[in-house]
Structures are given as C-alpha cells and as structure tokens.
C-alpha cells in the first residue's frame, strides 16, 4: 500500500508569504513529482525528481521551487505567494519512469488571498 | 495542445448498469494508459492500466479497452456501484519518458441508488 504524506491539508495565506508544502513518501521511491489541479481540469507537472539532488520542471511554469536532499522528502517552495497560485497541489512517487502507476498524497488545498 | 481528453465532464447512471467512460489521445508516441479515480479532497488512486500491445484489461468490475487506430481508450465499470461515484482521469505516457503522465480533465461519474 502506499505510503506518501502531505501538509497541510488545507492553507489560506496571504499575498506576499513564503510558503513551504511537505511531501514525504516511506516507499524508499526515487521518482517523486508535483502536480497541479484547479476544478474540472488536467493534472498538470510542475517539478519532478529522479532521485536526491535531482529536480526538474515540469511542462507548466510554476514560481515555486523543490529541493531532494533526501529521498523520502520533496517540498515544494512559494517565495511570495499570490492570488494566481490559488490550486490544489498533489505530490506523487513512482517506483519506475514512463508507466508504473503514481501513488498521490490526499493533496494541499491553497488559498491565497 | 490537450493530448489527453475527456470529452464529457459528467456522467450520471443508474445503480446496476454500465459505466462507460471515455478518453481520446492524439501523441501516437503513448504506449501504456491508466485510469485514476479521485474523491473529493483526496488525492488520485489508481485503478486500472493498459499497455498498447493489448487492446483489452479487466480487473473484477473494471474493464478498459484501447483502440490504438482511433487514439480512443474506455472504461467500463459493471455493475456501477454509488461507492463509484467520483471523477476519473484518464492518462498516459510513453515508457521511458522522462515525464512520466498526460493526464486528462476527468469525467464525474454519478451513480444513482
């Protein structure tokens, strides 16, 4: 079963604060990736990670920034939030590139206002 | 440029009959699919794959099938259960890729009781 943490839940925050989303996964995975999802539309990439020290963008431009230093930690970074990061931020692992399944966190709703 | 859609937002069936979900592809270079469902304020699960050497899947009440000359793949739930009632993501990729999944828009299924 997996395994793969996210906090918090829930953030309302206001513009101009630097935020910080964890994602913590105990499957030993080395892919790790974020996604981003606003109502009835794609999931799309933001940053993806082979393993530690490793980190990508994705096919959206997104202003936040990841770092891997371990491999059961991916946070993802806002330096000063704005009301256009307003989504909902999903963090996954895979144990495999290209088709293995993602395994998703329940998810960080955000709100900035 | 979508390269993964799901035409029909919505669906709604009665308890009992068919689901049938579907989802277009244009990048002929996809070879492996899979079909995520998603609750609200969690994170997607994943339910059922399938890779482009075979043209059908079934996993108890799930079956998917691809049809590689149209692009088209579909899911089928039988019989459809109220506990089925979600949003679906279809999506896909090309193994190897470096970045992992496509993901289209997702179609609500409802389930009447």
């Known amino acids: 079963e997996a395994d793969i943490y996210q906090t918090p839940r829930y953030l309302v925050i206001g513009t101009g604060k630097k935020i910080t989303l964890e994602c913590s996964q105990t499957m030993g995975h080395d892919k790790m990736y974020w996604y981003q999802q606003d109502p009835g539309m794609e999931l799309h990439l933001i940053h993806y990670?082979?393993?530690?020290?490793?980190?990508e963008k994705g096919d959206l431009s997104s202003e936040s920034t990841v770092s891997r230093i371990r491999t059961e930690h991916f946070p993802l970074t806002l330096e000063s939030a704005r009301p256009s990061h307003t989504s909902q931020y999903l963090c996954?692992?895979?144990?495999?590139?290209?088709?293995?399944?993602?395994?998703f966190g329940n998810g960080t709703r955000l709100t900035v206002t | 440029d979508q390269q993964v859609k799901q035409n029909s937002p919505s669906l709604s069936v009665q308890e009992g009959r068919i689901s049938i979900l579907n989802c277009d592809y244009t990048?002929?270079?996809?070879?492996?699919f899979l079909w995520y469902k998603k609750y609200p304020a969690e994170g997607p699960t994943f339910l059922i794959s399938?890779?482009?050497?075979?043209d059908k899947n079934e996993d108890g009440r799930f079956t998917v099938f691809l049809n590689k000359s149209a692009k088209h793949l579909s899911l089928h739930i039988v019989p459809s259960q109220p506990g089925d009632s979600a949003v679906y993501f279809c999506?896909?990729?090309?193994?190897?890729?470096?970045?992992?999944?496509?993901f289209g828009s997702g179609t609500q299924l409802t389930v009447l009781p």
């Open positions: 990048n002929s270079m996809f070879d492996y």
């Open positions: 996954a692992s895979s144990e495999y590139q290209g088709g293995s399944p993602l395994h």
């Open positions: 990670s082979y393993g530690v020290n490793s980190t």
């Open positions: 399938i890779s482009s050497i075979k």
């Open positions: 999506a896909a990729s090309v193994s190897g890729s470096a970045r992992q999944l496509t």
